[in-house]
RNA sequence: GCGUCCAUAGCUCAGCGGUAGAGCAGUCCCCUUUUAAGGGAAAGGUCCUGAGUUCGAAUCUCAGUGGACGCACCA
């Protein structure tokens, strides 16, 4: 239903007598304010022990949303956003004027009702209203409340909807955000600074992916909407601004959307010197289990049919060695023909051109992935897929770089910073070179992040971390959208 | 980008070649201790859009639009 059709929707041109009648009567439909004594949810607490069929003295204020019209009126479901409680207008309790207004609420409308408080002889606490005041006349019919709206379509695009009708939407939309100020209240607590870097970026660096690309006109310039906040983090680091920083917002990522992914996505970044990689496992699992803690209380939660625990230490294991476990195969020793020829054995499609790498993260890809269920950290990614990463301290091929995988999905990701400069230059140049062969997603030069690192970069652990698929299993979420307010969709014309 | 499925009243859904149905919501009437309140009456539709097949299309075919899911890409 809409305010915008050539003809009004016979419920809209309904209301909107209803409307002018509540003017006529001297009642505002719009009005500017409202004071309030309570939320519903304090009077099911403070009166919890009321018995049925007793009649308080105590006056309150309360404001909320109609939901429900019963008895021609007499009861009302006043929902606020804190829970429900029935509003009980008996004719005898209300004056002449207010009874006649009464019949031009509609459910939707958002009321203020005084009155006192009292528990009906069937245990419902209520309030005897004894005055009420229409605080927004609601113009557009709600969805049948048994069933709600479930049409997917119209929760993402009209979320307040959904919001409105759905409880679930709401708890959902609630722990995500319970989630996100705990691991902030955690940081925070523990001295990181959080610090807010561009969003618009002349190059886009810090992740391999394919950006945004827009104009800013007064400087005629190409921009990119961030695909990582990392390379403007790590400089904060380099400048001495504080040795832990952190930032919780949005990239972009200009590729498919999927129930894992949203072309605007929320993570958690954080740098801090003098640590490394092996500091940012133990900090993922504190953060996971803060996050965890702070809307269940426990830390097994039920995803779908399984149970998820993440109840520390997580499970550690190299990705070449599971890459052996469920392949049969160790690359680690291969040439890149090889590890290319050994992939296409195992029914891995890989590229001639991919390196050995490429070839090892396609396989872990098609074949670990997958079992990786419980929280597990896969360390020692190969070097050549890690362009910002720090050389394994033992191993050249590899490096200090982690991938945390829960439910199969990679949520973390995190390495002992790179700092040496030239080493860093020589790796975007290796970059470069992927990218001159095709790969749009290879990381381009960032000459003065190599600069920045020419001044001093002290050894650095930096984390990664999606929110969003985070939330996803925290709250048993099938899909991104539902833990995401106002999910991508294609305008409908 | 590819594949499968979905789109009918405000909402939730049935109907699947023979002129459009239910429940809830809305309207009117009855009912002042109900809570998916109840009883009665009337109303409400470009069956997503366009083309085709057919005597006849909500129904079959094709194309388009939007969505869901899977694959690809990726976090």
């Known amino acids: 239903m809409s305010l915008f059709e050539d003809e009004l929707h016979y419920t809209i041109a309904t209301r909107l007598e209803k409307r002018d009648a509540l003017i006529e009567a001297g009642h505002e439909p719009y009005p500017y304010r409202f004071q309030r004594t309570h939320y519903n949810q304090d009077l099911h607490t403070q009166y919890d022990a009321l018995e ?85 006349k609601a113009l557009l019919q709600l969805p049948e409340k048994y069933h709600g709206l479930t049409d997917v379509e119209v929760r993402y695009r009209q979320r307040y909807l959904d919001l409105i009708v759905n409880e679930d939407s709401r708890h959902t939309l609630r722990q995500r955000s319970k989630i996100v100020s705990a691991m902030r209240r955690y940081l925070d607590d523990k001295g990181y600074m959080e610090v807010e870097t561009p969003m618009l970026h002349p190059i886009a660096g810090g992740a391999s992916a394919n950006p945004f690309v827009t104009h800013h006109y007064s400087l005629d310039q190409e921009m990119c909407l961030r695909i990582a906040p990392e390379l403007y983090l790590k400089r904060l680091i380099v400048g001495g601004l504080s040795d832990k920083v952190f930032e919780i917002n949005r990239c972009f990522r200009n590729e498919g959307i999927s129930t894992r992914h949203n072309p605007e996505f929320t993570s958690i970044e954080l740098y801090e010197a003098y640590s490394d990689y092996n500091d940012m496992m133990s900090l993922t699992e504190t953060l996971v289990q803060v996050a965890c803690l702070a809307i269940h209380g426990d830390l097994k939660v039920e995803y779908g049919d399984k149970t998820l625990d993440f109840i520390g230490p997580w499970k550690r294991a190299s990705m070449v060695d599971l890459v052996t476990e469920h392949s049969g195969v160790d690359f680690l020793p291969l040439s890149e023909e090889e590890a290319r020829q050994k992939a296409n054995d195992l029914g891995v499609y890989v590229e001639p051109t991919d390196s050995w790498g ?136």
């Open 52 to 136: 049925s069929g007793v009649e308080t003295e105590d006056v309150v204020r309360l404001a909320g949303r109609i939901m429900a019209i019963r008895n021609n009126g007499m009861f009302l479901d006043l929902h606020d956003t804190s829970g429900k409680i029935q509003a009980f207008c008996h004719k005898e309790s209300l004056d002449e004027d207010l009874l006649a207004i009464l019949k031009l609420l509609d459910v939707g409308d958002m009321v203020g009702v005084e009155g006192s408080i009292r528990r009906t002889p069937r245990g419902e606490l209520s309030v005897r209203v004894k005055r009420f005041e229409i605080l927004c």
């Open 358 to 493: 490429k070839v090892v993260e396609a396989v872990f890809a098609e074949k670990v992935e997958a079992h990786l269920i419980q929280p597990t950290h896969v360390i020692d990614l190969p070097r050549d897929i890690s362009p910002l990463s720090k050389v394994h301290r033992h191993v050249a091929r590899l490096s200090e770089r982690f991938e945390t995988y829960i439910n199969g999905w990679e949520i973390a990701n995190a390495f002992s910073e790179l700092s040496d400069p030239l080493d860093q230059k020589a790796r975007f140049e290796d970059q470069m070179k992927e990218r001159a062969s095709g790969d749009s997603e290879a990381q381009p030069m960032d000459e003065d992040y190599v600069n920045a690192l020419g001044y001093g970069l002290p050894p650095t652990g930096g984390l990664g971390l999606g929110i969003d698929r985070l939330v996803m299993l925290l709250t048993n979420s099938p899909s991104i959208r539902d833990v995401i307010l106002f999910p991508t969709l294609k305008v409908k014309h």
